[in-house]
T-cell receptor, first 115, second 113 residues
Framework: NAGVTQTPKFRVLKTGQSMTLLCAQD?????MYWYRQDPGMGLRLIHY???????AKGEVPDGYNVSRLKKQNFLLGLESAAPSQTSVYFC??????????????FGPGTRLTVL | AQSVTQLGSHVSVSEGALVLLRCNYS??????LFWYVQYPNQGLQLLLK??????LVKGINGFEAEFKKSETSFHLTKPSAHMSDAAEYFC???????????FGKGTRLHILP
């Protein structure tokens, strides 16, 4: 199993450009998450999905959109990139157990720089 | 709403010394608590989790954490630090009412030779 993979690993954008980050998991997990990590801020949840075809906003959703057309994939889109979106982006996935003690499995991250 | 506070953004310990990373949580309902570790240029991986089965939780790499309800704490410890423990550590909380895990801001652990 590859676990959680993210594409691309690195990207440099100019202000106003758009791009899509792809997250894929092969563990048949129901739940998928997108986080951003900034120095001194920890991980902040952008959007998440509790199943195919469903998405929900997290803590910092502005400027991002997501889609979950297939259970194994979770896409994060930036329609018009801004320098404030320079960050490291992590995708995670998990089962949803009845007792809610699921473990999140993380991808290796995408380092995005917006000039 | 639940939250976690990690005391100390940077902690330095000598190799072989005790590691203590502090985490306090806030939750109006019984929480589930986690410690994750992030090595340089990698994603996060689970160290251990508290699921109400036992207050002392043992994790990977010799780490353990104790849930103390009276102190609303879930501190992470390791008796003897190793150079390979240098990483960033995140405490996290969730409840069974939520689909989300809330992460603390992280503590970077430095190991001194």
């Amino acid at each position: 199993n590859a676990g959680v993979t993210q594409t691309p690993k690195f990207r440099v954008l100019k202000t106003g450009q758009s791009m899509t980050l792809l997250c894929a998991q092969d563990m048949n997990h129901e739940y998928m998450y997108w986080y951003r990590q900034d120095p001194g801020m920890g991980l902040r949840l952008i959007h998440y999905s509790v199943g195919e075809g469903t998405t929900a906003k997290g803590e910092v959703p502005d400027g991002y959109n997501v889609s979950r057309l297939k259970k194994q994939n979770f896409l994060l889109g930036l329609e018009s990139a801004a320098p404030s979106q320079t960050s490291v982006y992590f995708c995670a996935s998990s089962f949803r157990s009845g007792s809610s003690t699921d473990t999140q499995y993380f991808g290796p991250g995408t380092r995005l720089t917006v000039l | 709403a639940q939250s976690v506070t990690q005391l100390g953004s940077h902690v330095s310990v000598s190799e072989g010394a005790l590691v203590l990373l502090r985490c306090n949580y806030s939750s109006s309902v019984p929480p589930y608590l986690f410690w994750y570790v992030q090595y340089p240029n990698q994603g996060l991986q689970l160290l251990l989790k508290y699921t109400s089965a036992a207050t002392l939780v043992k994790g990977i790499n010799g780490f353990e954490a104790e849930f103390k309800k009276s102190e609303t704490s879930f501190h992470l410890t390791k008796p003897s630090a190793h150079m390979s423990d240098a990483a960033e550590y995140f405490c996290a909380v969730r409840t069974n009412r939520d689909d989300k895990i809330i992460f603390g801001k992280g503590t970077r652990l430095h190991i001194l030779p």
